[in-house]
C-alpha cells in the first residue's frame, strides 16, 4: 500500500507513560452507537467495563438514523428470503455464513430491544413493519416514526446508565490505539475533557467508532463521522477491507445553503415517486423495480438525471400522500420541510444522493476478531461480510446488534486471562521541518475533493488525482503534532480518504455501490473478492 512517505507515523502524539495519567479497565468500548452501546452491556454481565463516547451518549449515526432495523417479524417472511435479499444486493461478495447468523440472531435481538422499552411504532398491538427498496417483503421496524435510530439509541442508553459495571466516559477523544511487542491491543490514549492526555489500559479493546461520512461534502452523516477508529486501526496495524465500497443515499434534502438531512428511504417505500425537473417519473427507465431499486441504483439514476437535464437535484413526489398520516408518520421529515416552507401536500422534495454509510472497515471474523490480538470490532467501523458490495437498507442497526453482542461475548472471553497490565511506553515525535497547512481549509478541501473524484461514478484519472493531492496535504499534516480533536481529526480523514482513493483504483470494475465509468462491468474473474490493505 503506498503511504511510504506520507503517512509512517505509529502514534499522532508523544507518549510517555511516566508523566501521563492512567486508567484500567478489564474491557474497554470506544463508541457508543447501537454496536457499541450493546457490546458495553454484553460485555458489563461479566466484567468492569469503560464506555468512551467522543462526543456525549447521543452524538453518533445511530441517535441520527431515521430509518428503521431489518428482521423478520412477521410469519409471513422467512429467513431464507432476508438472506437472499442481503444476498443479492451484496453484490457476489457477501460472507454467506456471516449473513445467515445476523439475519437469524436479529429477531430475537429485536424482540429484546422492545422489552427494553424502545418504543416501536405498533398495529394491533404488535411492532408494525414496512418495506423498502431491495427487500422482497416488509421487515422494516420503526420508532417514532422516522426517528428509529434515536428510539434504539434512547432505550440502550437509559440501560446502560443503569449497569454498575460500566463506567461511562463522554467527551473523551481517543487518539491512537496502543500495541505491545506482541501485536497486541494492550489500551488506548486520548484526551480527556480537561484537555489532559490519559492511558486507559485495558485486557481487551472493542472499537466501535462508526463511519466515514464526513470525508464528503454532501453527506447525512453527523460531524462526528471523521473515520477515526478507521485511523486509529490502520496506525495499528490492523487489516482494512471493502475501502472502495462508500454508500451514497439516494435522497437527502436539498436547500442550497443548509445542511443536508436524509429522507428516508421508508418514503419511497411506502409509495413516493421521484421526479426530474420537469415533472417526469424516470425510475422505471433505469430499474424495473423503479423507486424500490437498491440504493446503488436509484443514487446512480438520480445522478444521470442531474447531469443530463443540468439540474442540481430532483424531487420526491409525496403530494398523494394524506398529510395527516404523514406527519404522525414520518415527523422528523414533515418538521423539517415545513422548516424550508415547502408544503408536501402540494409541493415536491428536492433531493439528491449524499454519502451514507461506509460499509468498508476494519476486517472482522466470524467473532469480531482482528488481525490485532485482543481488539474486537463491530458496527459501520468494521467489515464483516455481511453487506459485501452494497448494504440492504435497514440492515446496519441489525449488524450492530448482532455483531455488538458478539464483540462483546468474545471481548469477555479473553479478560480473565488478559488483565489490563501497566506497560511502560516512550514515544517521541520528531519536530516537523515543514511548513503547516490550515487543518480546516485542508478538511473542506478534502471533502470537495472526495466528493468530485471519489464519489458516485469513478475512472481512472481522477482517482490517481485524488491520491496525488491527498499524498500532498499528508506530507504537510501528517508530520504534525496536534494538541485537539480537529487536527487530529484532520489526519485521520487524510489517512482514509487516501486508502479509499487507493481501493476505488485498484477494483478495475463496477459492483455494488462501487461504479467505475472506465470498467462500467462487473469483473467475476478477476475481483469476486475482497481488497484487503495494511499498514507496511
Not at 263 to 286: C, H, N, Q, S
Request: charged share 25%; aromatic share 6%; proline share 3%.
Amino acid at each position: 500500500m503506498p503511504t511510504k512517505q506520507a503517512d509512517t507515523r505509529r502514534y499522532l502524539v508523544p507518549i510517555n507513560t511516566a508523566s501521563t495519567q492512567q486508567l484500567f479497565t478489564d474491557c474497554l468500548v470506544i463508541g457508543a452507537g447501537i454496536a457499541g452501546l450493546r457490546a458495553a452491556l454484553e460485555a458489563a454481565q461479566d466484567c468492569n467495563v469503560t464506555l468512551l463516547c467522543k462526543g456525549t451518549l447521543s452524538d453518533s449515526n445511530t441517535w441520527n438514523a431515521q430509518g428503521g432495523v431489518a428482521s423478520v417479524l412477521a410469519k409471513t417472511d422467512s429467513f431464507e428470503a432476508h438472506i437472499a435479499d442481503t444476498l443479492k444486493t451484496g453484490g457476489g461478495i457477501a460472507d454467506t455464513a456471516v449473513v445467515e447468523r445476523v439475519i437469524k440472531e436479529g429477531p430475537a435481538l429485536v424482540r429484546q430491544l422492545d422489552e427494553w422499552g424502545t418504543s416501536f411504532d405498533r398495529v394491533d398491538g404488535q411492532i408494525d413493519i414496512t418495506r423498502e427498496g431491495g427487500h422482497c417483503h416488509a421487515r422494516i421496524a420503526h420508532a417514532h416514526g422516522d426517528s428509529t435510530g434515536r428510539g434504539i439509541a434512547e432505550s440502550l442508553i437509559r440501560r446502560v446508565r443503569e449497569v454498575s459495571t460500566i463506567n461511562i466516559v463522554e467527551n473523551f477523544y481517543a487518539i491512537d490505539l496502543l500495541t505491545d511487542k506482541k501485536n497486541e491491543c494492550i489500551g488506548v490514549i486520548g484526551q480527556r475533557p480537561s484537555g489532559s492526555l490519559q492511558i486507559i489500559w485495558a485486557g481487551a479493546t472493542l472499537l466501535a467508532t462508526g463511519g466515514a461520512g464526513r470525508l464528503y461534502r454532501e453527506t447525512t452523516n453527523p460531524e462526528c463521522a471523521t473515520a477515526d477508529g478507521l485511523g486509529m486501526a490502520w496506525r495499528a496495524g490492523a487489516v482494512l477491507r471493502d475501502m472502495e465500497f462508500m454508500q451514497f443515499h439516494p435522497t437527502t434534502l436539498y436547500i442550497a445553503g443548509a445542511s443536508r438531512a436524509l429522507v428516508t428511504e421508508t418514503l419511497r417505500g411506502e409509495g413516493a415517486i421521484l421526479r426530474d425537473g420537469d415533472g417526469e417519473p424516470f425510475m422505471k427507465e433505469y430499474d424495473p423495480a423503479g423507486e424500490l431499486a437498491p440504493r446503488d441504483v436509484v443514487s446512480r439514476a438520480i445522478l444521470d438525471r442531474m447531469l443530463k437535464t443540468g439540474a442540481t437535484h430532483v424531487y420526491l413526489d409525496i403530494c398523494h400522500f394524506d398529510k395527516r398520516h404523514f406527519q404522525r408518520r414520518f415527523p422528523l421529515i414533515s418538521e423539517l420541510c415545513e422548516s424550508f416552507d415547502i408544503d408536501v401536500s402540494k409541493d415536491l422534495i428536492p433531493v439528491r444522493p449524499s454519502a451514507h454509510y461506509m460499509i468498508g472497515g476494519v476486517k472482522a471474523d466470524k467473532d469480531a476478531a482482528t488481525n490485532i490480538g485482543r481488539l474486537f470490532v463491530c458496527g459501520e467501523v468494521a467489515s464483516t461480510g455481511l453487506h459485501g458490495a452494497n448494504r440492504l437498507g435497514s440492515n446496519s442497526l441489525l449488524e450492530g446488534l448482532v455483531f455488538g453482542k458478539i464483540a462483546g461475548q468474545s471481548a469477555v472471553s479473553i479478560v480473565n486471562g488478559a488483565k489490563p497490565q501497566y506497560y511502560p511506553m516512550e514515544v517521541a515525535v520528531p519536530p516537523s521541518d515543514r511548513s503547516r497547512l490550515d487543518a480546516e481549509d485542508v478538511r473542506n478541501s478534502l471533502r470537495a475533493l472526495m466528493w468530485r473524484n471519489v464519489g458516485i461514478t469513478r475512472q481512472q484519472t481522477p482517482l490517481n488525482e485524488a491520491a496525488e493531492i491527498i499524498t500532498f496535504w499528508q506530507r504537510y499534516v501528517m508530520d504534525k503534532v496536534f494538541t485537539a480533536p480537529f487536527g487530529w481529526e484532520c489526519q485521520n480523514m487524510l489517512t482514509v480518504a487516501r486508502l479509499m482513493a487507493h481501493a476505488a483504483n485498484e477494483r478495475k470494475e463496477s459492483r455494488g455501490v462501487h461504479y467505475r465509468q472506465d470498467y462500467k462491468e462487473r469483473d467475476n474473474k478477476n475481483f469476486a473478492k475482497h481488497i484487503e490493505l495494511k499498514r507496511e
